[in-house]
């Protein structure tokens, strides 16, 4: 059984940076595609960012683009998430989720573990 711990939210003030990180433990994590999903108040949940099992694939949201970085330390078992010019309206829970496949996908519904999330608050 995969456990995903996320640590790193906080309250910023917009234009603000935070690093996010996810942990896991179980089985090897270089058999899982690894992604951060976010979940503003109201709304449903969203991809971010998403990183294959050797940290040399990645894919973002447009909305993303050019401010956020995923990457992964699989010697640590973590992914990270870098996220620079942080919005109010990126405000809310950030989850990393794994996939029993070896590259990171889009979709919500093919991750098989997830994080219990961490809470993003930037003020404007």
């Known amino acids: 059984q995969v456990q995903l711990v996320e640590s790193g939210g906080g309250l910023v003030q917009a234009g603000g940076s935070l690093r996010l990180s996810c942990t896991a433990s179980g089985r090897t994590f270089t058999n899982y595609g690894m992604g951060w999903f976010r979940q503003a108040p109201g709304k449903e949940r969203e991809f971010a960012a998403v990183?294959?099992?050797?940290?040399?694939?990645?894919l973002y949201a447009d909305s993303v683009k050019g401010r956020y970085t995923i990457s992964r330390d699989n010697a640590k078992n973590t992914v990270y998430l870098q996220a620079n010019s942080l919005k109010p309206e990126e405000t809310g829970v950030y989850y990393c989720?794994?996939?029993?496949?070896?590259?990171?996908?889009?979709?919500?519904?093919?991750?098989?573990?997830w994080g219990q999330g961490t809470q993003v608050t930037v003020s404007s």
């Open positions: 989720a794994s996939r029993n496949v070896r590259f990171g996908t889009v979709y919500i519904m093919e991750y098989d573990h």
């Open positions: 990183i294959d099992w050797s940290g040399s694939m990645t």
